[in-house]
């Protein structure tokens, strides 16, 4: 768990470095303010595309693989990226990049594989907290790099930095960690491929596709803030990448605090659905209360419930797949859960594109406020499902 732990740790550090200079450097290459949210949602348009394949075929041929292939690969969009001048190359970099993140699924499936359904959650929020502390250090870094040169918008030296944090998570999964599936666990997937089980099958079963459910609502509601933010801050607060890098951190800072020391106490005094409910609730408080913000500080008080109930959504809702899901198809259930995250994250933009167009940058919030909210319905049909019986494994 700690060798998994820094690995993502160092991966997304280097994905939190472009996060506040993204938006300015598609500007800088003829790409409008409201076509930016678009091409922010390409990134997940690729995640959601590879998160179920790499989660599927890690059932089959094991986590450490999957890792070490789909890391390689983030190297080299990475190396892309600093060299890039076109609004068509952006597009192109953005989707290979998210295809090759939606190793999410496996990282998600190994922690699964190595912990039992008390140990899970706690394991899980860790793992969360390995997220949360690389977006701290990436956003604020990579605000930081983005004033070393005379042109705010110059995304070169992330990109490369990016690279270099991502070859170190390679050499490290390379040389420390260990597959955590056993080969009957592996004969068990590949027998269950061969019979006609398909990852149709889990999107449709009682119990999970509720949770899948959720998963598309809140993440299509929280990546309307993600990419509006930076244009609403520049626009309403003035503020540039290292504001907006320093407002991600310390959002970023609570999330890892409420995952590491609260998310297994939680989860053993209100069980993970009533956590589940919780964060809808917390993220749709965020939206409202960004909205009147007039100062920085105000904004960073607003998100701190957005940030909780955030935090808390992705452990819960996960444990509770893990769970209802089959051993030997744990992979390929967390890879559609990470791919209902990256559809939201892809119909999340898509839509706030549209909607400030006609109501402005605050309108997105709003309307996210109203998604979120409508997540408590698929939750409580979730508990019902949840009784239904499952398939037995194939052998």
Same mark, same amino acid.
């Given at each position: 768990?700690?060798?998994?732990?820094?690995? $993502?740790?160092?991966?997304?550090?280097?994905?939190?470095?472009?996060?506040? @200079?993204?938006?300015?450097?598609?500007?800088?290459?003829?790409?409008?303010? *409201?076509? !930016? +949210?678009?091409?922010?949602?390409?990134?997940?348009?690729?995640?959601?595309?590879?998160?179920?394949?790499?989660?599927? #075929?890690?059932?089959?041929?094991?986590?450490?693989? !999957?890792?070490?292939?789909?890391?390689?690969? /983030?190297?080299?969009?990475?190396?892309?990226?600093?060299?890039?001048?076109?609004?068509?190359?952006?597009?192109?970099?953005?989707?290979?990049?998210?295809?090759?993140?939606?190793?999410?699924?496996?990282?998600?499936?190994?922690?699964?594989?190595?912990?039992?359904?008390?140990?899970?959650?706690?394991?899980?929020?860790?793992?969360? @907290?390995?997220?949360?502390?690389?977006?701290?250090?990436?956003?604020?870094?990579?605000? #930081?790099?983005?004033?070393?040169?005379?042109?705010?918008?110059? +995304?070169?030296?992330?990109?490369?930095?990016?690279?270099?944090?991502?070859?170190?998570?390679?050499?490290?999964?390379?040389?420390? %960690?260990? *597959?955590?599936?056993?080969? *009957?666990?592996?004969?068990?997937?590949?027998?269950?491929?061969?019979?006609?089980?398909?990852?149709?099958?889990?999107?449709?079963?009682?119990? %999970?596709?509720?949770?899948?459910?959720?998963?598309?609502?809140?993440?299509?509601?929280?990546?309307?803030?993600?990419? $509006?933010?930076?244009?609403?801050?520049?626009?309403?607060?003035?503020?540039?990448?290292?504001?907006?890098?320093?407002?991600?951190?310390?959002?970023?800072? $609570?999330?890892?605090?409420?995952?590491?020391?609260?998310?297994?106490?939680?989860?053993?005094?209100?069980?993970?659905? /009533?956590?589940?409910?919780?964060?809808? !609730?917390?993220?749709?408080?965020?939206?409202?209360?960004?909205?009147?913000?007039?100062?920085?500080?105000?904004?960073?008080?607003?998100?701190?419930?957005?940030?909780?109930?955030?935090?808390?959504?992705?452990?819960?809702?996960?444990?509770?797949?893990?769970?209802?899901?089959?051993? =030997?198809?744990?992979?390929?259930?967390?890879? $559609?859960? =990470?791919?209902?995250?990256?559809?939201?994250?892809?119909?999340?933009?898509?839509?706030?594109?549209?909607?400030?167009?006609?109501?402005?940058?605050?309108?997105?919030?709003?309307?996210?406020?109203?998604?979120?909210?409508?997540?408590?319905?698929? +939750?409580?049909?979730?508990?019902?499902?949840?009784?239904?019986?499952? *398939?037995?494994?194939?052998?």
């Amino acid at each position: 768990m700690n060798v998994l732990f820094l690995i $993502v740790f160092l991966d997304l550090i280097g994905f939190g470095m472009l996060i506040p @200079v993204f938006p300015f450097f598609a500007e800088r290459i003829g790409i409008s303010p *409201e076509t !930016v +949210i678009f091409f922010g949602g390409l990134y997940s348009f690729g995640q959601l595309a590879g998160a179920p394949l790499w989660g599927a #075929l890690s059932d089959r041929i094991g986590r450490r693989p !999957v890792l070490l292939l789909t890391l390689a690969a /983030n190297v080299l969009a990475s190396l892309a990226l600093a060299f890039i001048h076109t609004p068509a190359a952006l597009a192109a970099s953005r989707i290979i990049s998210g295809l090759a993140a939606g190793n999410i699924s496996t990282a998600f499936a190994y922690v699964s594989d190595v912990t039992d359904d008390r140990s899970r959650p706690r394991a899980l929020g860790m793992l969360g @907290v390995a997220f949360a502390m690389g977006f701290i250090l990436g956003p604020a870094l990579g605000g #930081l790099l983005s004033t070393a040169g005379t042109d705010r918008s110059d +995304i070169r030296p992330i990109a490369l930095a990016s690279a270099v944090l991502s070859g170190i998570a390679l050499l490290g999964t390379f040389v420390f %960690l260990r *597959e955590s599936l056993t080969d *009957e666990l592996k004969a068990r997937a590949v027998a269950q491929s061969r019979a006609g089980r398909r990852r149709g099958e889990l999107v449709t079963r009682p119990g %999970l596709r509720e949770l899948f459910g959720a998963t598309l609502v809140l993440l299509s509601a929280t990546s309307m803030l993600q990419v $509006v933010f930076p244009l609403w801050a520049a626009a309403r607060l003035g503020m540039g990448p290292v504001g907006v890098g320093y407002v991600y951190a310390i959002v970023a800072t $609570v999330s890892a605090v409420t995952q590491g020391g609260a998310i297994g106490p939680l989860t053993r005094r209100f069980g993970e659905a /009533n956590i589940v409910r919780a964060s809808f !609730v917390l993220a749709a408080i965020g939206f409202l209360l960004v909205i009147p913000s007039t100062t920085p500080w105000m904004t960073v008080l607003a998100l701190v419930p957005y940030s909780i109930g955030t935090s808390v959504f992705g452990p819960s809702v996960s444990g509770m797949i893990a769970k209802r899901a089959q051993a =030997q198809e744990r992979g390929a259930a967390l890879g $559609v859960y =990470q791919g209902a995250a990256s559809l939201g994250r892809v119909v999340g933009p898509f839509t706030a594109s549209g909607i400030a167009k006609v109501a402005g940058l605050s309108g997105p919030l709003a309307i996210a406020a109203l998604i979120s909210l409508s997540g408590l319905l698929l +939750i409580r049909e979730s508990r019902a499902a949840a009784t239904a019986p499952t *398939e037995p494994a194939v052998t």
